[in-house]
């Protein structure tokens, strides 16, 4: 076994593999850019290196000498899939922890890789060339042959649409993966995306740990993830590990991999191969917690040479596991990507059963450089239905203040019907839309308001003149009335009696007890109060100190609505255009939005530039509507 490993990632997956590291007794390397010097998994590892990029072959490799590492994880993500940085290990003597290059590049590229799995018996998607596509029945998917996490894809509804999605997708291949190659295949409207994730070792054995049932996706990302699916039969899971294992096999495939399978909805029997994942999975710990095993560990003991410790007579499947990915995107704004500096954090309590993965802290900033993956919540039980209510409570306990998250929504899609009953599907999130959330906005503001009373009660001690609870000379006590912007929505008037103040009770540390709704969070950020009370937060913003922004499409203007670099501009000032028209591109979490031109008429101001960095509600364009 191994020294020392170096982990070519950050974030949460860091500080996981560091986890497996520290109970095996290796010492861990971690590499960091500047960005990230006083992150968590920085301060985690034994040993730390400076790099300028995470997708330097060469400084990454190059980081494993100052410490003598012996071999690299790449955890998922940046170059971990990239052959080239299998390459520059084995180069410089160091291991790597995961496939043989010849393997990476077969399934890295998916066109490739759906020839292999034809040859190895295992049914695929229908393919087109972009000259079929015209005629083809719609609707088709253009998809980057490189990378993965569904980057690069794009959904056509319809021929005259092909062009631009097939531009608009190598864009995005080639600023994720460095390769802008596309292909074009059918596109199934209600399917299941199932999962089996596989383990192989240099020895000639290979064996299939399950399936995952990752159905429920936004944008083809995944938010919530499963095991076992909650209709895979065990026929059917016989035959996805089979043919998982005859693909891998057939691919030289050694270490930790993922064959997956979009498959019908109504009939899973009937699946097809999509890709293969040549690298550990995001959501590796469904598969962990319902086998008992450590897949981390698994890939140290095989690129160490080791034969596999078990048999698949030995992997057996005990209850059920859930995940969810809590982002940091605003559900309410189309779930565009979110930034800030964390104000405070409650982290719910882990246990057996409950398992957080995160990479947070009061006091991070959270920036759209990287993906907008803040944790992993995941609970384990007996069934599905005692999972999912051990996730919905551990949710209900993760409260974020500074950045908007997806918590609130995480909570609304477990109350979900259709979630509940295991009617899954990968259109299912489009379709339902985002719930309302716990309170209405003048709840939010008089709760607010409570707090903030409290807040200046407990710091005025006792002082008659300071009070801020109603209490006038005479014995009078009168109302606070307030006018608040919550989550800069239209201004609300709210009137808080002085009994109100009278049910918070203070906790310390920004925390609060209101009577009959549980404990609360408070922090401020300049003019913003900030509150959050079961998993939801918001920010809350007096009258006197606001600016609401008209947003992306008020009057002919045009404003960002999520933090980013522009990428594009398409039309410069004297320009007509027509309602509709892309104007700018902005690029923010690796994700791709256009904006259009609201009205018809003439661009009389464009105030950016590509490669601009612009921040939330900022002018990026005006257009005068047409006389």
Sequence with gaps: MFDRVLIANRGEIARRVIRTLRRLGIASVAVHTPADRDAPFVREADFVVAIPSYLDVDAVVGACAPWDAQALHPGYGFLSENPALSRACARAGITFIGPPPEAAELMGDKLRAKEAAAA????????FEPEEARTATYPLLVKA???????????????????AAIASARREALAGFGDDRVFIERFVPRARHLEVQVIADAHGTVLHLGERECSLQRRHQKVMEESP???????LRETLGAEAVALARAGGYVNAGTVEFIADFANPAEHYFLEMNARLQVEHPVTELVTGLDLVELQLRVAAGEPLPLSQADVTIDGHAVEVRVTAEDASRDFLPAAGRVLAYARPATSHDVRIDDAIEPG????????SLLAKVIAHGADRAQALARLEHALGS???????????????????DAVRAGDLDTGLIDRRGVPAGPMDDDGVAIAAAMLILAERAASAGDDPFARVDGWRLGGIRAASHWRMSVDGGPPVDVTVPPEYVAMVSPLG??????????EWLLARDGDVTWIGHGGSAWAVRAASALDVAGGAAADGDIRAPMPGQVLLVHAQAGDRVAA??????LESMKMELVLTAPVDGEVAEMTVVVGDKVAVDQPLARVEAAA
């Design 145 to 163: 042959a490189a990378g993965g996490g569904g980057r690069g894809m794009r959904v056509v509804h319809r021929p005259e649409d092909l062009e």
């Design 120 to 127: 190895a018996g295992v049914p695929v998607v229908p393919s």
């Design 229 to 235: 699916s909650p209709v895979v039969s065990p026929e």
């Design 364 to 371: 991070a900033v959270v920036d759209t450089s990287y993906d």
């Design 509 to 518: 540390e920004g925390r609060f007890a209101i009577e009959d709704r549980g």
């Design 580 to 585: 509709g028209d892309p104007l700018v591109v």
């Design 398 to 416: 993760f409260t974020v203040l500074g950045v908007t998250t997806t918590t609130r929504y995480l909570r609304g899609l477990l109350a979900d």
